[in-house]
Each structure stands twice: as C-alpha cells, then as structure tokens.
C-alpha cells in the first residue's frame, strides 16, 4: 500500500519512478541500436559490388565513424550511405 501511495504521489508531482525510468531507457537504447543497424546495413547495400579490400576498408572506416560520433558527441556529420 505504501508503495502505490509513492508512486501515485510521485505521478501526481509530474515525476516517474526508478523502475519506469529504467524501462523507458531499455526502449530508447533498442531503439537507438535499431537505427544504428539499419544504417550499418544501408551503408553495405551501398557498397555491393566492390572489392572485397575496398568494402571492408570503407566499412571500417563507417563503424569508426558512428564510433567517433557516440564517443564525441552528435555534434560532428552524420555519416550516411550516401556519402
């Protein structure tokens, strides 16, 4: 009982609680992975066709680049497939 006065007093004030904060973060890191992902697959669906020296060199340099941005901030260009 005390508890859902807690968290019934804690929704009144606006706020949300450890365990829904903590849920909220799984989704948004799923979702975050999803697009992280999609990119990297979009990025070699751009690359068919290349030699195999080629293709892992530029899919390399892409990982280090997403790396890049997460480690330094989102700040820095987007890499795309496109570029």
Not at 19 to 26: D, M, P, Q, T, Y
Not at 58 to 80: N, S, V, W
Request: with cysteine; aromatic share 10%; charged share 30%.
């Amino acid at each position: 009982m005390k508890k859902k006065i807690k968290t019934w007093l804690i929704h009144l004030l606006g706020g949300v609680t450890v365990a829904e904060s903590r849920k909220k973060g799984e989704k948004l890191f799923d979702f975050g992975m999803q697009g992280a992902c999609i990119d990297i697959r979009d990025y070699a669906d751009s690359l068919y066709g290349k030699p195999a020296d080629e293709w892992s060199e530029l899919m390399y340099e892409f990982i280090c680049g997403l790396q890049e941005r997460l480690t330094h901030g989102a700040d820095k260009e987007r890499p795309t497939a496109h570029s």
